[in-house]
């Protein structure tokens, strides 16, 4: 059974301290591991997917990164706006469905 | 461009009350998803569809039934609503392949669920 743990459950941040979410995974084989952004009251939204180890995509502050147990999200100079909550999923390669984790719910205040 | 679009936003039933959620997504998408958002349990998927015709069961099923209608159309039913359905529910699709961007589920802005 597939399985994805975040940490941690919820990080604050001050403006401009840069910082990094873990994604641990259990799966059999992997097809993808992806990442996703959720503000309060609306549905995820796409950020990255990663597909093999040593693979790392960017975008503006994120960079997400990814080892065979595990992915980073890190978080460079953050700003108010990039509070959220971040979910990481992972899909094996013999399934046809993705497994999320719980999230972490990053604060950056001003 | 609409992409994925589910009704009602907010529903408050009464237990043993039945009610469909409706999704469409404008995206041709292949596969369709239903999930529930709980505090502290992430989302669980109900079912899904991986292909119009086909539905499976995902983790969480019981109580639920769905319907693929099209391509473009899969409702979720809860035939006797009971308080632990009380949810967020996320419907999703995607496109299944090796192009880029195929795989990545597109969410729509989800169905609060309150059953009393």
């Known amino acids: 059974e597939d399985q994805v743990t975040q940490s941690p459950e919820a990080l604050r941040l001050q403006e401009g301290e840069s910082s990094s979410l873990n994604c641990s995974y259990t799966?059999?084989?992997?097809?993808?591991l992806f990442w996703y952004r959720q503000d309060p009251g609306k549905g995820p939204e796409f950020l990255f997917t990663?597909?093999?180890a040593g693979e790392e995509k960017e975008k503006e502050r994120l960079k997400a990164t990814l080892t065979k147990k595990e992915s980073f999200l890190h978080i460079t100079a953050p700003k108010p706006e990039d509070s959220a909550t971040y979910l990481c999923?992972?899909?094996?390669?013999?399934?046809?469905?993705?497994?999320f984790g719980e999230g972490t719910q990053l604060t950056v205040n001003p | 461009n609409a992409g994925v679009t589910q009704t009602p936003k907010f529903q408050v039933l009464k237990t043993g009350q039945s009610m469909t959620l409706q999704c469409a997504q404008d995206?041709?998408?292949?596969?369709m998803y239903w999930y529930r958002q709980d505090p502290g349990m992430g989302l669980r998927l109900i079912y899904y569809?991986?292909?119009?015709?086909?539905?499976d069961k995902g983790e969480v099923p019981n109580g639920y039934n769905v319907s693929r209608l099209n391509k473009r159309e899969f409702s979720l039913r809860l035939e006797s609503a009971a308080p632990s359905q009380t949810s967020v529910y996320f419907c999703?699709?995607?496109?299944?392949?090796?192009?880029?961007?195929?795989?990545?589920?597109?969410f729509g802005a989800g169905s609060r669920l309150t059953v009393l």
């Open positions: 999703a699709s995607r496109d299944r392949g090796v192009s880029s961007g195929a795989n990545v589920l597109t």
């Open positions: 999923a992972v899909e094996e390669t013999s399934g046809s469905r993705l497994t």
């Open positions: 995206m041709n998408h292949n596969s």
């Open positions: 799966v059999s084989g992997l097809r993808g």
């Open positions: 990663l597909y093999s």
């Open positions: 569809s991986a292909s119009e015709g086909t539905t």
